[in-house]
């Protein structure tokens, strides 16, 4: 009888913690409402900004704990238009995101903040020096504000604003006329976008 009183006891609470713990997958899509990238040189000790504009697709997956937090593992690929220059590069990344989520009403606020690691394939700033083809690594880290709309029991919106900021490695260029150490970031502010499906 005891053994059975046990066996009750494991499965309402492994059913407990199905229903408090649960996985997330979806896709978002982030546009910026104001971008930036800096450029300065060691040697030169110069510093030059332009505006960008930033589009990015992601998808991703996510723990739901007790608590309705959230952990998230993100991988996305960004288109980054330079407006001046009028030409554009691709990165793409992965992201690990933490969010707080409050409430159990129709509309939950969250905040969060995060960690990436991205890349550039045959990025702009290499092109006509000793690195030209070669890829730019880098790493990103952001923090954002938002709510979540739970419209079925398995899916929910996402409404966000983000800042993100991204550090580039630094890269040692030699053109032939000239040698340099070139540091370069980009920081964007932007919305985002999102539904996920909980299973």
């Known amino acids: ?24 997958a979806g896709l ?3 546009m910026s409402l104001s971008a930036e990238a ?15 504009d930033i589009s990015t697709l992601g998808l991703y997956l996510g723990y739901i ?9 993100s991988y996305s690929s960004a288109t980054i238009d330079f407006d001046e220059a009028n030409v554009s590069e ?30 550039i394939a045959d990025p702009l700033i290499l092109r006509g020096t000793n690195l030209d083809g070669d890829t730019l690594s880098g790493v990103s880290f952001q923090v954002m504000a938002g709510i979540k709309i739970p419209v079925h029991k398995q899916v929910e919106l996402d409404i966000s604003v983000q800042r993100k900021a991204y550090a580039w490695q630094s890269i040692d260029i030699d053109t032939g006329f000239a040698s340099d150490t070139l540091n370069l970031n980009y920081v964007q502010n932007a919305l985002n976008v999102g539904a996920g499906f909980k299973f």
């Open 65 to 73: 704990n007790e608590n309705n937090n959230r952990f998230i593992v």
């Open 90 to 119: 691709d990165a793409t990344g992965f992201d690990l995101d933490w969010q707080f989520v409050y409430g159990e009403e129709q509309v939950q606020p969250y905040w969060g903040l995060g960690f990436g690691f991205h890349s």
């Open 1 to 24: 009888m005891k053994y059975k009183i046990a066996a009750l006891c494991l499965l309402a609470s492994s059913s407990a913690i199905a229903e408090d713990k649960k996985l997330i």
């Open 38 to 52: 800096t450029l300065s040189t060691e040697e030169t000790s110069g510093e030059a900004t332009e505006d960008l």
């Open 28 to 30: 978002n899509y982030t």
